[in-house]
């Protein structure tokens, strides 16, 4: 049996809620979805002020998570990967953010895609990541102006909006494929993909089937490796200073 943590890194019950119904759905039989919360996050993430707020109680989620051994792999299921990089420091587990799940799922079944967020303050996060990810040059991102607590209390019209940005995207960006850029989208995707013809990717379900493949194959990071490649990226920038630091002097 492969048991899955899905932690919602912001502090709203219903939307924990929603996400481990998401996560069940798409979980093979045998798999135990344990949902957890972020009691100490902020209501909803919603750029990078609420992403900072956030991290604390996760890590602290995780640590405690640890302790116990209860799961064999973890899911961050904010599409920002809210604190993912301090996260897959603290385990030798996975740790998968299912912003980037599901963009590499997209990247897969489609030459474009474009990600459908919620706020404007979202985009750039979520260019950087696709940055980060290597998924840039084939991705565009547009906010449909949905706060993330409004797709629970005023679902169909959402749904509609979204809708809409759809038909820009494939429009405008050429897009084969659509990624649903918040977890509180799950819901939408199916009728979504049905509506217009295309693919519609969403991050928990990308996340579940992406853990359950890395517990099936006993795939996990060896020690230290996120710890290792942060201490190299340390010391090359410290080089580059050092670096630049001595051709300033002679230049001077």
Same mark, same amino acid.
């Given at each position: 049996?492969?048991?899955?943590?899905?932690?919602?890194?912001?502090?709203?019950?219903?939307?924990?809620?929603?996400?481990?119904?998401?996560?069940?759905?798409?979980?093979?039989?045998?798999?135990?979805?344990?949902?957890?919360?972020?009691?100490? $996050?902020?209501?909803?993430?919603?750029?990078?002020?609420?992403?900072?707020?956030?991290?604390?109680?996760?890590?602290?989620?995780?640590?405690?998570a640890?302790?116990?051994?209860?799961?064999? +792999?973890?899911i961050?299921?904010?599409?920002?990967?809210?604190?993912?990089?301090?996260?897959?420091?603290?385990?030798?587990?996975?740790?998968?953010?299912?912003?980037?799940?599901?963009?590499?799922?997209?990247?897969?079944?489609?030459?474009?895609?474009t +990600?459908?967020?919620?706020?404007? +303050?979202?985009?750039?996060?979520?260019?950087?990541?696709?940055?980060?990810?290597?998924?840039?040059?084939?991705?565009?991102v547009?906010?449909s102006?949905?706060?993330?607590?409004?797709l629970?209390?005023?679902?169909?019209?959402?749904?509609?909006?979204?809708?809409?940005?759809?038909?820009?995207?494939?429009?405008?960006?050429?897009?084969?494929?659509?990624?649903?850029?918040?977890? $509180?989208?799950?819901?939408?995707?199916?009728?979504?993909?049905?509506?217009?013809g295309?693919?519609?990717?969403?991050?928990?379900?990308?996340?579940?089937?992406?853990?359950?493949?890395?517990?099936?194959?006993?795939?996990?990071?060896?020690?230290?490796?996120?710890?290792?490649?942060?201490?190299s990226?340390?010391?090359?920038?410290?080089?580059?200073?050092?670096?630049?630091?001595?051709?300033?002097?002679?230049?001077?």
């Amino acid at each position: 049996m492969v048991r899955i943590g899905i932690i919602n890194p912001n502090s709203t019950v219903s939307m924990t809620g929603s996400i481990a119904v998401a996560a069940r759905l798409t979980a093979q039989a045998g798999t135990e979805i344990i949902a957890m919360q972020n009691d100490s $996050g902020p209501a909803s993430i919603e750029g990078p002020i609420d992403g900072a707020k956030a991290v604390p109680g996760l890590l602290d989620r995780i640590e405690r998570a640890e302790r116990s051994d209860a799961v064999e +792999v973890y899911i961050i299921a904010c599409f920002d990967d809210t604190g993912l990089d301090a996260a897959r420091m603290l385990t030798r587990k996975p740790v998968i953010g299912i912003g980037e799940a599901a963009a590499r799922v997209a990247s897969i079944v489609a030459r474009r895609f474009t +990600v459908i967020t919620t706020l404007p +303050v979202s985009v750039p996060i979520l260019e950087d990541n696709l940055v980060r990810y290597g998924l840039s040059p084939f991705a565009t991102v547009r906010a449909s102006g949905i706060p993330v607590l409004a797709l629970e209390a005023n679902g169909e019209a959402a749904l509609s909006i979204i809708s809409e940005e759809i038909q820009e995207a494939l429009r405008v960006d050429r897009a084969d494929a659509i990624v649903l850029g918040c977890a $509180g989208m799950s819901d939408m995707a199916r009728r979504l993909a049905s509506l217009h013809g295309v693919p519609v990717v969403e991050g928990v379900s990308a996340a579940v089937r992406l853990a359950e493949l890395l517990v099936g194959l006993e795939l996990h990071p060896r020690q230290d490796a996120f710890a290792t490649s942060r201490r190299s990226m340390t010391a090359s920038l410290a080089a580059a200073t050092r670096s630049a630091s001595t051709h300033s002097v002679s230049g001077g």
